[in-house]
C-alpha cells in the first residue's frame, strides 16, 4: 500500500494485556472506524458493518498474544485487514444461507459493488489516514483556544482562504497562518507518537 504509517509496536504489546483498558481504548478508536468503513464499503448497512467489526475485535483479542509484529513480513493494518475480510467473508456466508444460491441476484449485486485489490487498497489507506487525523483531532482539539482551532479546521479542512478565516474570526491573516501551522505540528507529532 505505498508509504503508509505503521502501527507503534509497544501499542501492539500493551494490547497483549486484555487488562490495559487505555491501549485497548487508543487501539479500538484508532482502528474500529477504518475496519467499519471497510465492511461499509462492502455494502453491508451500518448495523452489519458494526457487527463485522465487533467480531473483528473479538477475533484481535483472542489472537494477539500470539502475534508477532515482523515489519519483514507486512504491516500489523494488513494484517488486521485480512482478519476482518475474513469475518466479512464469514458473515457474507453465513447471511447467504437464507438468501438465493450463489449466483442469485443479491449476489451478483454485492460482486459488482467490489472494486480491484489495487482499488480496495488505496481506499483502506485513504481511510487509514482519515482515521488516524480524526483520532488526533480529538487528542488534540482541547489543548487549543477555540479561535485557533477554528482558524486550523477552516483552513485546512473546510477550505476557506486565510482572509476569509481571519475576518470571521476577528484576527490578522499572519495570526491564521501560525494557528493553522502550530495546530498541524500538534497534530503531527500525536500521530507520530502513536505510529512510534
Known amino acids: 500500500m505505498g508509504d503508509q504509517p505503521e502501527t507503534r509496536p509497544s501499542l501492539l504489546a500493551r494490547i497483549r494485556d486484555a487488562r490495559d483498558a487505555e491501549a485497548w481504548t487508543q487501539f479500538v478508536a484508532v ?27 473479538r477475533a484481535v483479542a483472542r489472537s494477539i498474544r500470539r502475534f508477532d509484529y515482523d515489519p519483514q513480513r507486512g504491516s500489523f493494518r ?42 480496495e487498497d488505496a481506499f483502506l489507506e485513504r481511510e487509514h489516514r482519515r482515521c488516524l487525523f480524526d483520532w488526533a483531532a480529538g487528542q488534540v482539539r482541547d489543548e487549543f483556544q477555540p479561535s485557533t482551532w477554528q482558524a486550523f479546521w477552516q483552513t485546512s479542512v473546510e477550505g476557506r482562504s486565510a482572509k476569509e478565516v481571519g475576518d470571521s474570526l476577528g ?26
Open 78 to 119: 494488513g494484517w488486521l485487514i485480512a482478519v476482518a475480510r475474513s469475518k466479512l467473508q464469514n458473515f457474507l456466508t453465513k447471511r447467504q444461507t437464507g438468501m438465493e444460491g450463489s449466483g442469485g441476484t443479491a449476489a451478483w449485486k454485492l460482486l459488482e459493488q467490489q472494486g480491484s485489490r489495487e482499488e
Open 171 to 196: 484576527i490578522t491573516v499572519g495570526a491564521v497562518y501560525i494557528a493553522r501551522s502550530r495546530v498541524l505540528a500538534r497534530l503531527k507529532a500525536k500521530i507520530q507518537q502513536l505510529e512510534g
Open 31 to 57: 482502528y474500529s472506524p477504518l475496519v467499519y468503513r471497510f465492511a461499509r464499503r462492502r455494502g453491508l448497512q451500518a448495523s452489519d458493518a458494526a457487527d463485522v467489526t465487533q467480531e473483528v475485535f
